[in-house]
């Protein structure tokens, strides 16, 4: 089964640190660019990071740039985000997204998100 | 940075009605267009891509149009299932989200 699962999402105080892991099955990974995307319970959805196959190239919300990390083990089958310094405004579902081509560009639809993990940052 | 608004931001509309959702960018993305469903408490669900590539699995029931910057996605005859929140999705130059349409049962 073609499938995203993300974990490491919880409570976090601001400031602190966070890594969020995309465990992914059912496809080639190292085929795809993958991408993080974000949304605020009850609002909308915003493009975080993305990261091409072969991680030659990454991307950034402004929003983002500076305190996140994004990369991958295609070993592994897997995609991560560092989150550091985070701040309230990261309070947000965090959703693992597959990119379905070309694998070497940020800009892209996504056909597959997996069901998204929750990064809660408050004191 | 590209930005996308849509319009309207809620519709009320009744099963079997036409439904008609514009989205916007604010410079030309060519036709690097997606439209996605958003029902409570699940993930997005791809739509259309390429402004009216219709993603396999999807119903004939949704279409989409446009170029430049001005596209719709059309419902042609709204379903009980079709009641959800609607986003386009600029993918030009990097990624932009719409704000979203919710439809809703009038």
């Known amino acids: 089964e073609v499938q995203l699962v993300e974990s490491g999402g919880g409570l976090v105080q601001p400031g602190r640190s966070l890594r969020l892991s995309c465990a992914t099955s059912?496809?080639?990974?190292?085929?795809?660019?993958m991408h993080w995307v974000r949304q605020v319970p009850g609002k909308g959805l915003e493009w975080v990071s993305g990261?091409?196959?072969?991680?030659?190239?990454?991307g950034y919300a402004d929003s983002v740039k500076g305190r996140f990390t994004i990369s991958r083990d295609n070993a592994k089958n897997s995609l991560y985000l560092q989150m550091n310094s985070l701040r309230a405004d990261d309070t947000a579902l965090y959703y693992c997204?597959?990119?379905?081509?070309?694998?070497?560009?940020?800009?892209?639809?996504?056909?597959?998100w997996g069901q998204g993990t929750l990064v809660t940052v408050s004191s | 940075d590209i930005q996308m608004t849509q319009s309207p931001s809620t519709l009320s509309a009744s099963v079997g009605d036409r439904v008609t959702i514009t989205c916007r960018a604010s410079?030309?993305?060519?036709?690097?267009l997606a439209w996605y469903q958003q029902k409570p408490g699940k993930a997005p669900k791809l739509l259309i891509y390429k402004a009216s590539s219709l993603q396999s699995g999807v119903p004939s029931r949704f279409s989409g149009s446009g170029s430049g910057t001005e596209f719709t996605l059309t419902i042609s005859s709204l379903q009980p299932d079709d009641f959800a929140t609607y986003y386009c999705?600029?993918?030009?130059?990097?990624?932009?989200f719409g704000p979203g349409t919710k439809v809703d049962i009038k």
């Open positions: 999705q600029q993918y030009n130059s990097y990624v932009t």
């Open positions: 997204a597959k990119a379905p081509s070309p694998p070497q560009q940020l800009s892209s639809y996504f056909d597959l």
């Open positions: 059912g496809f080639t990974f190292d085929d795809y660019a």
């Open positions: 990261i091409t196959w072969n991680s030659a190239h990454i």
């Open positions: 410079q030309s993305i060519s036709r690097w």
